[in-house]
C-alpha cells in the first residue's frame, strides 16, 4: 500500500517560500498570479496488515507533519 | 483557476529528507515502511484568459521545480 501524504501551511500562518515564489512570478512573465503556497509532498511505501489510514495519520501528527501550523491530507493507493 | 502542482526528486536522486524520515519512523513504533520520498506540495491561484495547463508547466520549468533533479505533476482545479 502506497501513502501520499499532503502538508501545507495552515489558514493564516505566513509562508515566505509561498511569498517568495509570488513575488518572482511577474519577472518572468507570469501576471496575475496569487496564493501561492508552498507545502510537502511526501510518498510512502506501508507493510500490509493493520490499519493503514490510521497508521499514516499517526506518522503526520508525530513526525510528518507540524499540526500546530499545519495541516495534512493523505490518500492511499493500493499496489 | 487553481493549480496544484507536485514536485518529487526524480528515481535516483539522493533525498535526505526521506532517509531521514524512514530512519525515524521505527524508533517512533512504525515499522516497515519504506520508500519514503519528500517532495514539494504548491497551491496557486492563476488569473483567468490563456492557456492554464501550459502556463503552469511553464512555471514548473522556470521556478517551481529543478527539471534536472526533479519530477512535477499538476492538475487544475476549476473554482
Redesign the interface.
Known sequence: M?AKV???PKEGILDPQ?VA??R??PA?G??????????????????GGGDAAA?VD??CK???ANPIIEDFQFELVPE
Open positions: 502506497k499532503y502538508i501545507t509561498g515564489i509570488e518572482a512570478l518572468l507570469f501576471k496575475g498570479v496569487t496564493g501561492v503556497r508552498v507545502g510537502k509532498y511526501i510518498e510512502l511505501d506501508l507493510p497508521e499517526k506518522m508525530k513526525l510528518l
